[in-house]
T-cell receptor, first 114, second 114 residues
Framework: GDSVTQMEGPVTLSEEAFLTINCTYT??????LFWYVQYPGEGLQLLLK?????DKGSNKGFEATYRKETTSFHLEKGSVQVSDSAVYFC?????????????FGKGTKLTVNP | NAGVTQTPKFQVLKTGQSMTLQCAQD?????MYWYRQDPGMGLRLIYY???????DKGEVPNGYNVSRLNKREFSLRLESAAPSQTSVYFC?????????????FGPGTRLTVT
């Protein structure tokens, strides 16, 4: 079945460091891909998405490019801030079984220190 | 516009007790979902409802039942709670039928079963 694998954390960085969180997927066809962010004590919020190959999603300085050749959707940010500390989830939209559902990776916890 | 709301925020149950988690959305969305979040497991789909009047099992449905009361509300019931159901539960909704539309999440219910 469809699945998402993302790098395990936790990841600890200093402020202004470069961030990469790797995400690869296995799916039939070309699913839409998402990054969600969960701040402490809150629900998930959509960070960015891409719906077709070579699309780049971007938001709040974060970027991810849909690479069908490598089945990847890595999250990057050039200069992280303390306020970026959160758990990040990669997800794909799966249509197995008829209705669209999200399949999530296990999440990567990011801590940014001042 | 409150988005997706969940009640209660916290709950402690004894083994064997029952309870219903409530979820409502005011975005006129067709599809609604229940997930559970456990450490190191990401989010796993319990049940979903693609439209009013329909419900389907997700990845981990055992021990749960759901009701799509109307277009706005989707409740999750634990008939006889077990310690393995200690988790954080999230409700989500999605707008269109079709591909690639993001899900909107509620703030979660933290459930402890002793």
């Amino acid at each position: 079945g469809d699945s998402v694998t993302q790098m395990e954390g936790p990841v600890t960085l200093s402020e202004e460091a470069f961030l990469t969180i790797n995400c690869t997927y296995t799916a039939t066809g070309y699913p839409s891909l998402f990054w969600y962010v969960q701040y402490p004590g809150e629900g998930l919020q959509l960070l960015l998405k891409a719906t077709k190959a070579d699309d780049k999603g971007s938001n709040k300085g974060f970027e991810a490019t849909y690479r069908k050749e490598t089945t990847s959707f890595h999250l990057e940010k050039g200069s992280v801030q303390v306020s970026d500390s959160a758990v990040y989830f990669c997800a794909l939209a799966s249509t197995q079984g008829g209705s669209e559902k999200l399949v999530f990776g296990k999440g990567t916890k990011l801590t940014v220190n001042p | 516009n409150a988005g997706v709301t969940q009640t209660p925020k916290f709950q402690v149950l004894k083994t064997g007790q029952s309870m219903t988690l409530q979820c409502a959305q005011d975005m006129n969305h067709n599809s609604m979902y229940w997930y559970r979040q456990d450490p190191g497991m990401g989010l796993r789909l319990i049940y979903y409802s693609a439209s009013e009047g329909t419900t389907d099992k997700g990845e981990v449905p055992n021990g749960y039942n759901v009701s799509r009361l109307n277009k706005r509300e989707f409740s999750l019931r634990l008939e006889s709670a077990a310690p393995s159901q200690t988790s954080v539960y999230f409700c989500a909704s999605r707008s269109q039928r079709g591909i690639g539309y993001e899900q909107y999440f509620g703030p979660g219910t933290r459930l402890t079963v002793t």
